[in-house]
């Protein structure tokens, strides 16, 4: 059974970047039939879709975020991660990585979340 | 963007009583060439991440207890649960997968009464 498991550093200061990782085990990245994505949820609010990469390292980002994102793969270590650059205290979120089937797309399997904090 | 709305924003029900959550979308999210309706609804307790239990609105996810049900089509849905039980109490989402940018509702938080 395939799980994910979000990685990276609880705090970091406003204008840096922030850069988690999500190890899966249990399944491929490589694999054809699902895209691996992230979300996130700031303290006591809804979720935010971030953005998704297959496994041929197309992506699709949320507009909102588009110019401030990076989602990239590492079949070696089959894991993917999320860079959010110039982040501001409204990035304060618990930062979920889910699997996607590749034509059906909701969000099917969740990491546990990991939260980061933006503060100087 | 497509806009998703949810009805109430939070509700309380009796053990063993129905509860019924409403969503809407700006947008059909009705995909007329295999008539599916790309609607999912989560169930997210408190420290947990979101768990699917309904996909293609109406399709309940394997072990997902059969008192949640999902209903509706084109802007209008609706999330079920049919009795009550202490378990359930959590925050539910909508959420549509139509297109990109995927967009969730609110949230509508249930409680027992």
């Known amino acids: 059974q395939v799980q994910l498991h979000e990685s990276g550093p609880g705090l970091v200061k406003p204008s840096e970047t922030l850069s988690l990782t999500c190890t899966v085990s249990?399944?491929?990245?490589?694999?054809?039939?699902?895209?691996w994505s992230w979300i996130r949820q700031p303290p006591g609010k809804g979720l935010e879709w971030i953005g998704y990469?297959?496994?041929?390292?197309?992506?699709n980002y949320n507009p909102s975020l588009n110019s401030r994102i990076t989602i990239s793969l590492d079949t070696s270590k089959n894991h993917f991660s999320l860079k959010l650059s110039s982040v501001t205290a409204a990035d304060t979120a618990v930062y979920y990585c889910?699997?996607?089937?590749?034509?059906?797309?909701?969000?099917?399997?969740w990491g546990k979340g990991t939260t980061v904090t933006v503060s100087s | 963007d497509i806009e998703m709305t949810q009805s109430p924003d939070s509700l309380a029900v009796s053990l063993g009583e129905r509860a019924t959550i409403k969503c809407k979308s700006s947008?059909?999210?009705?995909?007329?060439?295999?008539?599916?309706?790309?609607l999912a609804w989560y169930q997210q307790k408190p420290g947990q991440p979101p768990k699917l239990l309904i996909y293609?609105?109406?399709v309940r996810e394997s072990g997902v207890p059969d008192r949640f049900s999902g209903s509706g089509s084109g802007s209008d849905f609706t999330l079920t649960i049919s009795s009550l039980q202490a378990e359930d109490v959590a925050v539910y989402y909508c959420?549509?997968?139509?297109?990109?940018?995927?967009?969730f509702g609110p949230g509508t938080k249930v409680d027992i009464k």
């Open positions: 947008q059909s999210v009705l995909y007329n060439p295999n008539n599916q309706n790309y």
């Open positions: 889910v699997r996607l089937p590749h034509n059906n797309n909701y969000m099917g399997v």
């Open positions: 959420q549509q997968y139509y297109s990109t940018p995927f967009t």
């Open positions: 990469i297959y496994y041929s390292g197309s992506t």
């Open positions: 249990g399944g491929s990245v490589s694999s054809s039939s699902y895209y």
């Open positions: 293609w609105s109406s």
